[in-house]
Nanobody, 119 residues
Framework: QVQLVESGGGSVQAGGSLRLACAATGSVSSISVMGWYRQYPGKQRELVARLRKGADREYAASVKGRFTISRDNAENMLYLQMNNLSPEDTAVYYC?????????????WGQGTQVTVSS
């Protein structure tokens, strides 16, 4: 079991910055991948950025060069630094952690944090 709690969402004007944080507790040593997803109203969640063990960072094309994902293993924290925000970034952002199982990867999700960017 893994528990994820996000923080850092809020409202900002276009061009501004926000830093999201995700605190992971529980079986964190079993986590093989962590990432951030976002969801627009009425849409499915989409990948924003992802960190796999032993692999490069992966970003959605729409955020590449503006967002940076990082992980503090000592503190069991995941971060998303978001710069040069635009109204199109307005969404609910979710922290995700994946644990490998024999049959695949099991995903855990945080409760989500709202990011609102005004023009």
């Amino acid at each position: 079991q893994v528990q994820l709690v996000e923080s850092g969402g809020g409202s900002v004007q276009a061009g501004g910055s926000l830093r999201l944080a995700c605190a992971a507790t529980g079986s964190v040593s079993s986590i093989s991948v962590m990432g951030w997803y976002r969801q627009y109203p009425g849409k499915q969640r989409e990948l924003v950025a992802r960190l796999r063990k032993g692999a490069d960072r992966e970003y959605a094309a729409s955020v590449k060069g503006r967002f940076t994902i990082s992980r503090d293993n000592a503190e069991n924290m995941l971060y998303l630094q978001m710069n040069n925000l635009s109204p199109e970034d307005t969404a609910v952002y979710y922290c995700n952690a994946g644990i490998p199982l024999y049959s695949g990867t099991y995903s855990y999700w945080g409760q989500g944090t709202q990011v609102t960017v005004s023009s």
